[in-house]
């Protein structure tokens, strides 16, 4: 009689020890995707930045190649933006 009740107590830590490690995988994968959903987004955003930055460098870049061609040639900056 003891040794059924040892091995009935080992067989329930068994399927207990079991049922844990199938909740622990299941949390390890919907951490996994999280982490995963959150550096999508985070590689999105500066994707976003980058662009709006290079927008930001194009214009600046054109403005002050305007000023420098209207000092060099003595003309206003529109004129030298329309060449």
Known sequence: MRKFVLAAAAAGAALTLAACSEGTEESAEVT?????????????????????????????????????????????EAEAQAD
């Open 32 to 76: 996994a995707d999280s982490a995963m959903a959150d550096a999508e987004a985070n590689m999105d955003a500066a994707a976003e930045t980058v662009d709006a930055a290079a927008t930001d460098v194009a214009a600046t870049a054109d403005e002050a190649a305007a000023e420098t061609e209207a000092a060099v040639q003595g003309e206003t």
